[in-house]
Structures are given as C-alpha cells and as structure tokens.
C-alpha cells in the first residue's frame, strides 16, 4: 500500500458523502433533486475514479 491508496479510500469517502446528501462537484455543485442525470453521470465518473486510485494504490493496476 502507498500514498495512493489512502487518497482512493478518502475519495470514497467524498462519493459516499455526495450521496448521503444528494450534491456533488464539478466546477459547481450539482444537486440530485434538480439536476438528477447529470448528477448521477458525475457520481459515477467520482466513484470509478475513486475505486481506479484505490486499486492503483494496492498495485492490482
């Protein structure tokens, strides 16, 4: 495990957290309730990106 690893754990953290609360971040907030595809289109690039640098951390990429 290196450096990569924890900032992919902290990364699921944040995308955990958007979806608790129902916004996320671009370059501007986004909200589930007003703006639910492009919502869900930017948690999901979050998450992939967050799972990629988890996995990059534990040398599995």
Same mark, same amino acid.
């Given at each position: 495990?290196?450096?990569?690893?924890?900032?992919?754990?902290?990364?699921?953290?944040?995308?955990? =957290?958007?979806? @608790?609360?129902?916004? !996320?971040?671009? *370059?501007?907030? &986004? =909200?589930?309730? @007003?703006?639910?595809? !492009?919502?869900? *289109?930017?948690? &999901?690039?979050?998450?992939?990106?967050?799972? !990629?640098?988890?996995?990059?951390?534990?040398?599995?990429?």
């Amino acid at each position: 495990m290196n450096l990569w690893f924890y900032i992919g754990i902290g990364l699921i953290i944040w995308v955990l =957290y958007d979806l @608790y609360y129902g916004v !996320t971040w671009s *370059f501007r907030p &986004i =909200y589930r309730e @007003y703006e639910p595809n !492009t919502y869900w *289109f930017v948690s &999901i690039i979050w998450l992939v990106f967050a799972i !990629t640098t988890t996995l990059a951390g534990l040398g599995m990429l």
